[in-house]
């Protein structure tokens, strides 16, 4: 079974692409506590500094699709630019503005709930891209919110990501949940790439009722180790009239687990084979996890990112693979095209 996405425009070199879902409490707050996974929460705050110096080391680029709610500085500053219509879930627990009234004031009275300061330590690191995760985690496939609240929610993302002179061109939607429609509305919002889903029956788009079950986590858990969803790599597809670029996703990079610290040589060569097909094949590795999964156990956690970034710069220098994030891939796919359409022109004017 190959998990292969085959379609997209070949690039002349194996490309390295990382996404990393930036939500801290916003994210999590349906299904965990503060005090459950506090600790997370907070090593966010020591693992994205590291992170960003291990991106400067070797070069490498990478989007940090971004909740809107963590820009705001201020309590008040948030309440003065939320949307008039808000997503009405049928859970209510799924909606993050039933937090508002609990949060503190300021990022350092409440570091769970506002980001400023690591928002901008990413905006000073070369090749970083700020993407947008929505501005409130929103659903797009729960029961309750339309359409409507949707494009204002990402209407408020962009407002609060200009105020830092960031034009948001890249979007991740939380849950990797979406629909034709939805993908149609970032379009028209000048969205110019988004991360879709990897191949397969595993990971297709499903609501939170439906990614639950045990089976499919075990499947999940075992093709971290093993080719159970096979080769994942993949292609961009430029945009369209009707959806951004698509840059499909490789797989999510799970974090240190102390009780599988005797299969980590595994779980390294399974991503590794994937990145050397990339670059010997001219199609893209496309990575993804959140900063508050390598929260805890920061130090494994770098160490495992960093065997990569070994096995990413050895790539680089035997085939010449690179480094770019999701903005960078549209905007050369976009050329690649360009280029393809104005070949075919000449053609036609030939003949």
Same mark, same amino acid.
Request: contains cysteine; charged residues 20%.
């Given at each position: 079974? +190959?998990?292969?996405? $085959? ?28 005090? =459950? ?6 090593? *966010? ?30 309590? $008040?500053?948030?309440? =003065? ?13 799924? $909606? ?10 300021? !990022?350092? +009275? ?6 400023? +300061? ?30 409507? %609240? ?11 990501? %200009?105020?830092?002179?960031? /034009? ?60 159970? $969803? ?5 292609? &961009?597809?430029? &945009? ?18 102390? &009780? ?20 010997? =094949? ?20 770098? +160490? ?6 070994? !096995? ?10 690179? =480094?770019?994030?999701?903005?960078? *891939? ?14 075919? &022109?000449? /053609?036609?004017?030939?003949?």
């Amino acid at each position: 079974m +190959s998990g292969t996405h $085959s379609i997209g425009p070949l690039f002349s070199h194996g490309t390295l692409v990382f996404t990393l879902d930036f939500e801290l409490h916003w994210g999590v707050h349906d299904s965990r506590t503060l005090a =459950s996974y506090g600790a997370n929460l907070l090593g *966010v705050r020591t693992a994205i500094p590291a992170m960003l110096n291990l991106f400067g080391d070797f070069g490498v680029h990478a989007t940090w699709a971004t909740v809107g709610f963590l820009f705001h500085k201020t309590r $008040s500053e948030l309440l =003065s630019n939320l949307p008039a219509k808000r997503p009405l879930y049928a859970d209510p627990a799924l $909606s993050c503005y039933a937090l508002i009234d609990h949060i503190g004031n300021d !990022e350092q +009275s409440d570091p769970y709930h506002y980001a400023p +300061s690591l928002i901008e330590r990413i905006m000073r690191t070369p090749g970083q891209e700020i993407g947008s995760h929505t501005y409130s985690h929103f659903f797009c496939m729960e029961q309750g919110p339309g359409l409507e %609240a949707f494009v204002q929610d990402l209407l408020a993302a962009k407002q609060v990501a %200009a105020e830092y002179g960031i /034009e948001l061109r890249s979007l991740v939607f939380p849950r990797n949940q979406y629909t034709p429609e939805h993908l149609r509305a970032c379009r028209l919002l000048g969205f110019n790439t988004y991360r879709g889903n990897a191949a397969g029956h595993l990971y297709r788009s499903r609501t939170k009722r439906d990614a639950t079950g045990k089976t499919l986590r075990a499947a999940k858990l075992v093709d971290a180790y093993l080719p159970f $969803s096979g080769t994942n790599v993949v292609h &961009a597809v430029p &945009a369209s009239d009707s959806a951004p670029a698509l840059i499909p996703a490789s797989r999510f990079m799970r974090p240190y687990n102390p &009780a599988l610290r005797h299969l980590e040589w595994i779980r390294l060569r399974r991503i590794s084979a994937d990145m050397e097909m990339a670059a010997r =094949s001219g199609g893209i590795y496309h990575l993804w996890w959140h900063p508050h999964n390598v929260g805890i156990n920061v130090l494994e956690n770098m +160490s495992f990112l960093r065997r990569i970034l070994v !096995e990413y710069a050895r790539l680089q220098r035997e085939y010449g693979m690179r =480094s770019l994030n999701m903005g960078e *891939v549209g905007d050369e796919v976009t050329v690649d095209l360009v280029g393809q359409a104005s070949a075919a &022109a000449r /053609e036609t004017c030939a003949e």
